[in-house]
């Protein structure tokens, strides 16, 4: 049939390529970054002070974009894991008793300094993670400020998300977050902790450890009481450390589903709280009807954004059978048009990947799939000498059982299938053990919410991809973890009910 | 009919004794294991002594039973709530006596816990219709897109029951996972079976579709860890203080996992079991975009 269809496409006229001929080279556009001074070492931040690891163990953060080191930074053990949580402990009662309202000025006033400096932390972030400086600008950290402002318009109106129920503070929360949105992925997880009237230790990925930082230095500036937040930075032992202190509360945990896991078995019968936000794989339907070009778009921005290191990422395009064909051909077109390249260049659409091991981590997946029998499309970009690179990539001819469709490559690499029925995407979409977000194009609204009710994902974007905000809860399904972060529903996971269940 | 029954040499009628069975996917089957149990509680009667195959049958069996029960409208499982209710009343002095016998408590208060039963299933019979209303919301984000969340059921919850008091901890569990669209597989009270066990009795005779609810009898020692390693249960339930063993067994397919750590006295307490926290950890929030254009 397929077959069949293909010799009577053959017989058409090849379509022109899109050409713009040599007339629209883009000039250089860098960002400037010489008033962003980097501190040749950084310490920990506990209890509203710096102070060094007691190991005096520093590790180096890279820009990963020319591998040149931007700082040193303290590697934090158990020992200083142990300060940051009695420091946090020492600072609930006084923060968990003030005024709620007290509360939600201080994180005002965060909100507010954070976008005062909002150019000095995107140049920061681009540098110490290697993300296009138009994405760090226009998404990282304005939606961090906006969390910030968000909760703390719920830190004096817990009464009203819980109606009916006594709410109080969980305690001292551990919270571990990930290297693909080092500044928003703190504010998501600062933000309700702190509006609920608890107290945090956060810990920062290893690599991208520098705006986490730098966001200590406004909660000094904000007179933020000392030991409402601690920043302990490290590697995985670290976080190790942080996850399976007995003076945790309640453990929120973004990152992969192989390490949240390994959480949920840990603090298993210990009754503390604990949110999951970990892996997915997220399916793109793309239905016949759909607005093509549009559609194009969101496939090209539900995969490659952030390099696709984005756990909701729309790495699994199911595009139905009439409109394959000429789908992929748009698609292969659009990627020979993303500007891959130094990420503090403003027309940069794709910049670094975030380090050597996550770039080994795709390079090695990929692999794998041609090895399977995947046809691989890459740009033919030129990629630059030094730092850490992929093109941006697809695959077709794979099916269901290949590694680049099952398992998250967390890198620009699209894998794509095709489906005829509404019945057939809904099955291939929900054939896998995550269940973060999902995607749907098409122009019919009935078909949208039939689809969306059957797909198992916590967030459904239609005909659009990978839109954030603090007022919409997140979070996935079944193995991509539990809870949700945003709007009232986030909430819950920062406040104890009296009476209610206990997690285990 | 012949004028025997007026002699008075006739022997006494022997009554007709029920045989306990487990209800999985609208049937009552003899456990496969072919094994049975005299409960701590019920001097004389067996039970069946439920198998890991027995398990396995009821998680199938409720996956259907999801399919069914998650596609009705919150207002048709209210009402389905509502028939249970009715006929937990219409059955109560069986399902008191069915207390008795197991638990060896006065006619009273197993009347009571009867009654607590019904009542509770009235109140969950009216949260269906609201789920959305109360757990779900529009929301305001920066920007022209129309944004919703809604909560779906989890999917297949496991459910282990309290000890005592056997029918109204079994139903204080069920009834909020029902509610929130779920399918449940229950291990019913190990030392005092009966009630836990004709309450499925009470589902076949409640338009209750076939799988959304199997009751299992058993030792909870040998179920409980078979329920938290089973990958194709997507939650637990389980009265009592939280347990390592089980938690651990159930991180590997992430499941929601809960602990009803209440006391005999709490679960007939209102302001304890009439709680929407009891069904929100195993509802799913989905958010759905759409931009808004023309």
Redesign the interface.
Known sequence: MTQHREREKSTAPPRPALSFGQKWRYAPAPEATDFVAIAPRHELFIAGDWSAPRSGRYFPTIEPATETPLSEVALGDEHDVDRAVAAARAALPAWSALPAEHRARYLYRIARVLLERAREFAVLETRDGGKPIRESRDVDVPLAA?HFFHHAGWADKLELAFAG?AVQPVGVVGQVIPWNFPLLMAAWKLAPALACGNTVVLKPAETTPLTALRLCEIFRDAELPPGVVNVVTGDGSTGAALVRHLGVDKVAFTGS?AV???I??A?????KGLT?E?GGKAAHVVFEDAAIDGAVEGVVRGIFFNQGHVCCAGSRLLVQEPIAELFVEKLRHRIERIRVGDPLDKNTDLGAINSKEQLARITALVTRGVDEGGTLVQSSCALPNKGFWFPPSFFTGVSQTDSVVREEIFGPVLTIQTFRTPDEAVEKANNT?YGLSAGIWTDKGAR?LWM??RLK????????FN?F?P?????G??????G?EG???GL?AYAK?T?????? | MNGAGMNDATPPRPDVRKTYKLYVGGKFPRTESGRSYEPAGCAGVQVCRGSRKDLRDAVVAARKGLEDWSGRTGYNRGQILYRLAEMLETRKDALAAEIVAASRIGDEAAVREVEASVDLCCWWAGVPDKLNALLGSQNDVNGPFFVFSTVEPTGVIGVIAPESPSLLGLLALVLPLLAGGNAVVALVSEGRPLAGLAFGEVCASSDVPAGAVNLLSGLRSELSPQFASHRDVDGLLIAGAPDAAIGQAAADSVKRVRFAPLSQADWSDGARVRRLDWVEPFVECKTLWHPVAW
């Open positions: 906006q129920r589903t949240g896991k390994s949920q078995t603090l298993a019968g210990s009754g999951l970990l053990s949208i969306a009710a994902a916590g967030v459904v974007w239609n005909n659009t839109r905000d007022g919409a809860p997140f979070g399904f079944k193995e991509s973890g539990f949700r709007g009232r529903q819950a009910c009476g209610g269940l206990v997690q285990g």
